[in-house]
């Protein structure tokens, strides 16, 4: 049976795409501030060498545009300058620092991406974004099905922290490896968005699904990572203006095999499948609580020499540190910047590098912890 929708309608759905992502990217950006500038204590991490010796106000000003242009596109959805120099003002602040680099970034520069290269084709634009969905639930899913997930995000935050079940309890066989049924349900339903014929029962799905995300992190559960609130409304709003409010939208996924948008079938078909051997990166491979993203624990010796760091401590649950002052780099991002580090030892390495210059008599030491398992 063909598809009922209309060029016309294809223009008007990306319209309204573009829109859901300026309004729920402004408020990522203001909780996040302090990431995406320098007023903050939690070092940078550039690309390249020359890039960390940027002026403060080069930050703060690429943050401004950033801002500048997510309003303007607000009422301006369609306009090219406006999209290309939101995309420029994001990239180049991800130049400076790698731990602005976070999924919803990725996802949001993608979506800019798709909508200035197809701009004379709206139909292949929704195309692209929709296996972008796809991609996200289907490789989210699949990073899902190990046992740090299992230990972290299944038995401890949602059995033990936010049902409140016994601990004992959580770590019991069938309980525990149920666990699991969350990655399958969530890459399963990933795929379900490429067919036709589950596609609408997929989204309905993934849709209670962000919703139970935003009861389980949100004021009536944990009240976590609060930055990942905005993100869920919007992928909730994608799923439902893409896949559910249009009876059948005709969404050729082979039409990705030509021209710019190969690349959109590399970066999110492709290249996330070798995170599975360690050679994507995991923010880029839709990893995001999955349990095994590599941590650092910093062990401060002297806290004379580092006053400004105090608040950051916690207990060395783990005992590495001999009795010495803790601070969990994850703990240190989200509670000063509201946002996440960028997990990978590359970036840990070049934070850690920061903090011995300046930090030198405080006799810093530092642990990498991949998969659970200590890495010096």
Same mark, same amino acid.
């Given at each position: ?95 400076? @620092? ?12 993608? %979506?800019?991406? #798709? ?12 195309? &692209? ?22 230990? %972290? ?96 939208? @005709? ?18 078909? #492709? ?44 207990? @060395? ?22 946002? &996440? ?19 030198? &008599? ?15």
């Amino acid at each position: 049976m063909r598809s009922t929708t209309l060029p016309g309608q294809y223009e008007k759905l990306n319209i309204l795409i573009v829109r859901v992502t300026c309004f729920c990217w402004l408020p990522v950006k203001l909780l996040g501030w302090r990431m995406f500038t320098t007023s903050r204590l939690f070092p940078t991490a550039p690309v390249f060498e020359f890039t960390g010796h940027f002026p403060p106000a080069i930050h703060i000003a690429l943050f401004s545009l950033s801002i500048l242009f997510l309003l303007a596109l607000l009422i301006a959805p369609k306009n090219k300058i406006f999209l290309t120099g939101l995309l420029l003002a994001e990239l180049l602040s991800c130049l400076l @620092d790698q731990n602005r680099i976070q999924p919803w970034d990725y996802l949001y520069m993608f %979506t800019l991406f #798709i909508f200035i290269v197809n701009a004379g084709n709206q139909k292949l634009a929704t195309i &692209a974004f929709a296996f972008i969905l796809a991609s996200t639930y289907f490789y989210s899913g699949l990073g899902k099905l190990n046992e740090g997930f299992l230990q %972290t995000i299944w038995s401890k935050m949602i059995l033990h922290l936010f049902l409140r079940i016994p601990t004992k309890t959580t770590q019991q066989g069938l309980l525990f490896y149920a666990g699991l049924c969350a990655g399958f349900f969530e890459l399963t339903a990933g795929l379900g968005l490429l067919f036709i014929r589950t596609r609408k029962i997929s989204a309905g799905l993934l849709i209670l699904m962000h919703l139970f995300i935003l009861i389980f992190l949100g004021p009536f559960g944990l009240r976590y990572n609060r930055i990942v609130w905005p993100w869920n409304i919007a992928m909730i709003l994608y799923l439902y203006l893409i896949f559910l409010k249009s009876e059948k939208t @005709d969404l050729p996924f082979i039409y990705l095999l030509s021209g710019r948008n190969v690349l959109v079938l590399i970066c999110w078909g #492709i290249l996330p499948a070798l995170n599975m051997a360690g050679y994507w990166d995991n923010y880029l491979s839709s990893a995001m609580y999955s349990g095994k993203l590599p941590q650092m624990l910093i062990c401060v010796k002297d806290t004379s020499k580092c006053p400004g760091l105090r608040r950051f401590y916690r207990p @060395d649950y783990r005992h590495l540190c001999n009795g010495c002052n803790t601070i969990d780099l994850g703990y240190w991002a989200l509670s000063e910047t509201n946002v &996440a580090p960028y997990p990978e030892i590359r970036v840990y390495k070049k934070i850690q590098h920061q903090l011995e210059i300046q930090y030198p &008599a405080a006799g810093l030491s530092f642990n990498y912890l991949v998969e659970g398992k200590n890495r010096k």
